[in-house]
Each structure stands twice: as C-alpha cells, then as structure tokens.
C-alpha cells in the first residue's frame, strides 16, 4: 500500500525555521520526481517545490525560492522540505505527492502556522 | 507563469444532473514531447487532493467513465455525467508542462 506520511509542522515565529518530512512507502521512491505542495487556510492549491530523481533538479515558485530547499534521501525513501525567512503568507497545510499529482501518492497534509 | 482560469467558482447540481467545468490556460500546454500535462483532481471536504484525469483525457484507476475530459493547446473541459453524492467538493485543474506548475482556483461542486 503507498503511503506518504509528513511531519514536522507546528507554531513558528516569522522568521524562523522548520524542517517538513515525508515518509514514503509501498513504492520505489528513488523512481519518481516528487514535490510539495501547499493550502492556505480556504484557499487553493500552489505548487511549492519539485525534486528530480536523483535530487540533482530541484525548482521552485518565485513566492519561496530562496527562502526553501527541497531535498530527499532515497536510501531512506524521504523528502524533505527546509524552509527558511518564514512569513505569514507561508501559513497552510503543506502535502507532499509525487509530481504529476497522482493517485494515491498524496499525504495526509501538515500544519504551518507562521505567527507571532 | 502559465495561468489556469477555472470557471465557473461554483455549481450547483442535483443528484444524476450532468456538469462542465472550463480550465483555460494562458499558454498552450504541449510539452516538448508532444504531450499536454494537463490534469484535473478532487478535493473532497477535508481530504487531500486526488488526481481524476491525466494528460487531458485518461482517467486514473478506479475514476468511473461518468468522468470525462476533453480538450487541447489552451482550452480544456472537465465533464461529469450523472452526478453522485460522492462527487461533491472542489475540482481543480493543474499543469505540469512548464515551471512554475500552476492550478485553477478551482470549482466547487455542491448539492442543490
């Protein structure tokens, strides 16, 4: 069974730090582009960061590039997201997925919070 | 960056009534491949996305053919015929051709 589990959200101060996980399972991760994307509370979706398979690839929306940095372990089928110069506009919950969005390679979504 | 003009916001529909909903891009979405990225997913209340369509027109495992979409270069269309409760929540269409990837603002969909 595929699974993506984040973790790593919370409470942070504007401009402060947080690291996202994903734990991917139930596929062979090192085969796949994989990508974060966020949901402001209400809002739609943006795309925040995609990887390549090797990690060598990474892009990003003008709105966090600079301040985010995708990167992944394939040894321990993770991706990451460090993300840095937080702002509240960066508040939403976060998913990771594979990068062309398919079923059923979602998380369940993780919660920022970017507030004083 | 290319963007995807969703309409209408919403519909409203009655059980077994069929629906449109438009994606519109602002640059043509024929990759270099000759593959058009375009997708179309669900969000239901308070679940995560879930991909329906892929490359316009292929449905994912498990979607039944009551969906269906169509279209090319710039103007593309989702189609559900007869609508089921468990098709209720927001549709959103997504390109992944260029970087930025971008999505509508999405079409919620909701009982009359």
């Known amino acids: 069974e595929v699974q993506l589990v984040e973790s790593g959200g919370g409470l942070v101060q504007p401009g402060r730090s947080l690291k996202l996980s994903c734990a991917a399972s139930?596929?062979?991760?090192?085969?796949?582009?994989m990508a974060w994307v966020r949901q402001a509370p209400k809002k739609g979706l943006e795309w925040v960061a995609t990887i390549s398979t090797s990690g060598s690839r990474t892009y990003y929306p003008d709105s966090v590039k600079g301040r985010f940095t995708i990167s992944r372990d394939n040894a321990k089928s993770s991706l990451y997201l460090q993300m840095n110069s937080l702002k509240s506009e960066d508040t939403a919950t976060y998913y990771c997925?594979?990068?062309?969005?398919?079923?059923?390679?979602w998380g369940q979504g993780v919660m920022v919070t970017v507030s004083s | 960056d290319v963007v995807m003009t969703q309409t209408p916001p919403s519909l409203s529909v009655a059980i077994g009534q069929s629906v449109s909903i438009s994606c519109k891009s602002s640059?043509?979405?024929?990759?270099?491949?000759?593959?058009?990225?375009l997708h179309w997913l669900l969000q239901s209340s308070g679940r995560s996305p879930k991909r329906l369509i892929y490359q316009v027109s292929n449905l994912d495992s498990g979607v039944p053919d009551r969906f269906s979409g169509t279209g090319s270069q710039k103007d593309f269309t989702l189609k559900i015929s007869r609508v089921e409760a468990k098709d209720l929540g927001v549709y959103y269409c997504?390109?992944?051709?260029?970087?930025?990837?971008?999505f509508g603002a999405g079409t919620k969909l909701e009982l009359k």
């Open positions: 997925a594979r990068h062309d969005w398919a079923t059923p390679y």
């Open positions: 640059q043509s979405l024929v990759y270099s491949d000759g593959k058009t990225y």
């Open positions: 997504a390109q992944t051709t260029h970087f930025p990837n971008t």
């Open positions: 139930g596929f062979t991760f090192s085969n796949y582009y």
